[in-house]
């Protein structure tokens, strides 16, 4: 997937990577059940996740601190430049804010964390999708490149931790896990070559093998938290 450009979701996918990438059946659950009309992509990058949201029907802001990134997200939905630190947004406005493998990059993660509860509405929703320290893997990588497409990793953190830390700023966890413990690599391939995605159930099969012995060591994870009435 070139982020250079506008990006859709790329809906051909094998429906196998459910299996392994488990926030995404859980993403269409909460979109399907009627509770969620305003959303808040925080750290929106070029808009893919805003392309989805427009697909699933809902109104969809998005923020992001780079300006060539945010021309790009607006071809998907309306953005502005702004810190996930400082939210120009009123309080209890949206009912789910969405932070897809951003809080990594903040630093301040208490801050993130609750400016995201101050804009929800009560009882709204935070689904967060991170990368963890849980993986060796990770830890290697990140102290040989510190960065991701030049943004630096300022707040590492393992899934107990990220899961303390909701609770500890006014969240109520509704579900969480981890997933794929070498999946994501395999992952990078389909984005730059789409007809490699025939090969996808293959991958996840090994991925399952694999995550049966050390499932404790995943790269990502999902939280599903609702901020408490």
Known sequence: MDYR???????KRSPTRDKVIKYQPVERRIFNDGAIEMVLDIGCAAGWNLSRFKQFGRVSFGLDIVPERVTLAKEHGEVMIASGLDLPVPDETFDLAYIQHVLHHIGDVARALQ????????GGRLLLIETTEDSPIIRWGRRLYPKWMSDEVNAPFYFDQLKTDLARYGFEIMEGDQYSVVFWIWEIFPDQWPKLEKLTPFFVKVEQLISRVWPQKAAHCYVLARKAN
């Open 115 to 122: 400016e995201a509860h101050r804009c929800l509405k009560p």
């Open 5 to 11: 450009k506008p990006v859709s979701f790329y809906g």
